[in-house]
């Protein structure tokens, strides 16, 4: 069903505070125990992905991890975030994590700045400021996989480091780049390279032997990340072979593999959701 918006306007800041009051109480890297999760990849204002990918959560259980990307791009911006601030606050086992647009100045160039001012809504930004700035950046499940919006730093690091650099960091909204919450938010993967090079981003691409550093020292098996568009989805290998996904997809986690999964409509592709259960990943798709 659609969110109306004047109640969106009316009830965002009470759910906003209730929210950062949860938000506080998590470190920048989250650990969660458990062997089952639905993914959502981003979504950029398109609220009927989102819906759609509640639904499905609500029948497969597990946790349900936002890997960010809430807002820009789609109009919808404002009740996409009011929805994923919601099922946070009023259910167990929700985890919003931080993309690249979270960061007001990605809202001013790309659009959400502009959907806030023509919804009469501004005076939300100091507070959506406030939600940005307490987000994780980062999940660890069962400790076998790290959910992440964009990619991994590019000298290697353990899990440990990067909390503490995060932790030891002053100011958050807009994190410097060559920051370890600048890679991970920014950063794409490219099976192709070795080592790390610039990406048209402003950011970096990370090759294979910088990520299979990172889960051998983490003593992780894969990586599960959005930020890239994709119809739904695409998976980088190992051995640095990528593998499409266009459709309904299965297979036990391949040690040593990125998995990219998209949920916005915005590019006119697929949206999709990635489901973790016991071991396997599956890629379902919105319609
Ligand atoms: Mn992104």
Redesign the pocket.
Known sequence: MPLDYGVVKEGFKRLAYRALEKLSSLDPIVHLDGNRAVVVG?IHGYVETLEWAIERWRSIGGYLILL??YVDRGWNGLETLYLALKTFVDEEDVIMLR???ESPTMNRYYGFHDELMAKGASSLIPVINNIYLQLPYMAVLGGRLALL??GIPCRPSTIEDIMGEIQAMEDLLEPPRGSAPFHI?WNDPNGLLKGCMESPRGAYYFGRDVWLEFLEINGLEAIVR??EVASPGFIWRGDGERMEVYGVYREEVVEGSIYTVFTSLYHGGRAGILVYRDGSISILVYR
């Open positions: 981003d960010g990307d993309g690249n647009h919006h964009g938010l959005g930020h």
